[in-house]
């Protein structure tokens, strides 16, 4: 079992910066996905960024590309997303995922969560 605990949100302008931290609760192996999610009300949960934790890749929606860096420090068993330039439409909660294999952009591809932070950003 894999714990996941999100920290970071807030309230910032548009155009400001924000770090989001994903703690694990153990060492996670190198063939595992970590994936950053975000969620408004009423809709689904949507990809935003993901990696293994060999880091050999990152991948990115569209919506954030170029504006959000994903990243990970193995000594302390975090995942990070750097978000800069944020907009308006960026505000949602933000969640961290973890599975066993591949990133995938599905949410329902992933097995554990964080309990999510709050993003907003105002205009």
């Known amino acids: 079992q894999v714990q996941l605990v999100e920290s970071g949100g807030g309230l910032v302008q548009a155009g400001g910066s924000l770090r989001l931290s994903c703690a694990a609760s153990?060492?996670?192996?190198?063939?595992?996905?970590m994936g950053w999610f975000r969620q408004t009300p009423g809709k689904e949960r949507e990809f935003v960024a993901g990696m293994m934790w060999s880091g050999a890749n990152t991948y990115y929606a569209d919506y954030v590309k170029g504006r959000f860096t994903i990243s990970r420090d193995n000594a302390k068993n975090t995942v990070y997303l750097e978000m800069n330039s944020l907009k308006p439409e960026d505000t949602a909660v933000y969640y961290c995922?973890?599975?066993?294999?591949?990133?995938?952009?599905?949410?329902?591809?992933?097995?554990?969560w964080g309990q999510g932070t709050q993003v907003t950003v105002s205009s």
């Open positions: 153990k060492r996670s192996f190198s063939n595992t996905a």
């Open positions: 995922g973890a599975r066993s294999g591949l990133v995938k952009t599905d949410y329902y591809e992933y097995n554990y």
